[in-house]
């Protein structure tokens, strides 16, 4: 007689996708929103620049930045708020929006400290650039993971790529006075991949006829890689990066670098 325990039991009559069938489709998800402080300015519309950070050493150096305001955040509703702190902080789940005046030109940075799924990627990139958020320039912070990138990466050195929308190189070529926006780092090697809110933020720049930069760096954490971001963004962005203390974040990598939570959250980079 046959062991129902351990006989290998009969196959199913159903594919696994014709189960589905017999489930009530789940409740779409509520649309993510921008909320500022009412009401708005108007020249928050149209920043001269705006720098988004999702790679984790772009997190912490942006964080540091003491002269930035914040002025609004990006709210995505699945993604709750509890254990969240009441000042910014880079434990917490948010995608904050600041202001920082840079030489009498208006500057917006979003930190966007929280998952994006693939499936909302162009929502999110739609809501910040080119509808309520019309910038002259973007730069998009991210990282890069070895297996996106077409040959060998040392996890003992720091490198960075950038990719320009098709506006971005035409002003180089016009040989616009600001541009490139990112100097100091080669182009992305060809056969190298760049997904997820990265790569959706880049096409709506170049979807909207916007100068767009995505500038990826390598390794995901790490002083070095910190160093090497505070370099791009000092040479070539932003003055105010000057007075961020390098060993200051030495320090604060040392006491979160560890938290897996925040840099190791594989959803970040999908």
């Not at 910038?135 to 320009?164: M, Q, T, W």
């Amino acid at each position: 007689m046959e062991d129902v325990l351990t006989e290998i039991p009969p196959p199913s009559r159903f594919f696994l996708e014709d189960l589905n069938n017999f489930c009530p489709p789940s409740p779409p998800l509520p649309s993510p929103f921008l909320l500022f402080a009412t009401p708005k300015p108007e020249k928050f519309s149209r920043p001269s620049l705006l720098i988004i950070a999702l790679s984790s050493p772009s997190l912490q150096v942006l964080h540091h930045v003491s002269s930035k305001t914040l002025v609004g955040t990006l709210i995505l509703p699945e993604i709750p708020f509890s254990g969240n702190s009441v000042e910014p902080s880079l434990k917490d789940k948010s995608c904050n929006i600041y202001a920082l005046n840079e030489a009498d030109n208006l500057i917006m940075i979003v930190s966007v400290q929280y998952p994006v799924t693939a499936e909302r990627s162009h929502t999110v990139a739609k809501l910040l650039i080119g509808e309520q958020i019309i910038p002259e320039k973007v730069l998009i912070l991210d990282s890069i993971r070895s297996n996106n990138f077409r040959g060998k990466l040392s996890p003992d050195e720091a490198f960075a790529f950038k990719l320009e929308s098709s506006a971005e190189r035409k002003a180089k070529a016009d040989g616009h006075q600001d541009s490139p926006l990112v100097k100091c780092a080669d182009y992305l090697p060809s056969g190298s991949v760049v997904d997820g809110l990265a790569a959706a933020l880049l096409s709506r720049c170049q979807l909207k006829k916007i100068r767009g930069t995505l500038c990826v760096s390598w390794p995901e954490a790490g002083i070095s890689v910190i160093s090497l971001v505070i370099s791009l963004l000092l040479k070539d962005v932003l003055s105010g990066v000057n007075h961020i203390n390098v060993g200051d974040l030495e320090e604060e990598f040392l006491k979160l670098g560890r938290n897996k939570d925040f840099l190791l959250d594989s959803e970040l980079y999908t």
